[in-house]
């Protein structure tokens, strides 16, 4: 789908241009822009990378594990089997701090490993469990406190305040962090059907066909 809204937008560009005769225009915008594109993934990349190492850090000299401890109260609630298991907490923690410092790809590394450690205690592979599905909803609006990204992209375009958008960032991720939250532990009590019916399948508590009427006793 995106391959062909990207194609879409080309040939719609191309045919515009070439509509108003200017073509030589657009040759030139191309070929500014995939430089300017080249620029912005570096400067981009060294802050990635930095809080990547950061992160790390973090990991090695134990400070994640305090901050699981620190979020246990909050984090028990919202995701109760991770925490009950123990798997993939620290993780989670390091996920969720990337997200609070505004590194949404330096946080994706986080929530696969998180998620990877999820899967493997998930009792019906083939469905999701709660925690996993809060988790990627939470990851795609989560709170930020600092949106390094975001004021790195206003630094780049020239803005003379790049941090002024922090309070409105502060809001939107905030209200957008409590509705992902409260929906996706509402509404698996709206679709229980389909898990119920993969653990019937496959989960530790299957319950056995009866044998067909012409089936041989056993013994």
């Known amino acids: 789908m995106l391959g062909m809204v990207f194609a879409s937008l080309v040939v ?53 594990r305090g901050l699981s401890r620190l979020l246990r109260p909050l984090l028990v609630r919202v ?3 991770t925490y009950r298991s123990g798997e993939g907490v620290e993780e989670l923690c390091a996920n969720l701090a990337a997200n609070l410092l505004g590194v949404g790809n330096a946080a994706t590394p986080f929530a696969l490993a998180a998620l990877g450690k999820m899967q493997a205690r998930n009792p019906t592979p083939a469905v999701a469990s709660d925690d996993m ?51 996706a532990r509402m509404l698996r009590h709206l679709f229980p059907v ?13 319950v056995s066909m009866p044998p067909p009427p012409d089936a041989p006793l056993p013994g």
């Open 12 to 64: 719609a560009s191309i045919a515009a241009a070439a509509a108003g005769g200017n073509l030589a225009a657009l040759s030139d915008a191309v070929l500014d822009g995939a430089a300017r594109a080249v620029t912005l993934t570096l400067s981009l990349a060294g802050m990635m990378c930095l809080w990547c190492g950061v992160m790390q850090v973090f990991s090695a000299a134990g400070v994640l």
């Open 79 to 81: 995701f109760p089997e």
């Open 133 to 183: 599905v809060t988790l990627s909803v939470l990851n795609t609006s989560s709170l930020s406190l600092i949106p390094s990204t975001l004021i790195a992209l206003r630094r780049y375009a020239g803005s003379a305040h790049a941090t002024a958008i922090l309070l409105p960032v502060w809001l939107v991720s905030a209200a957008g962090a409590v509705c992902a939250v409260v929906s």
């Open 194 to 206: 389909q898990r119920r019916d993969a653990e019937a399948r496959s989960g530790p508590g299957a």
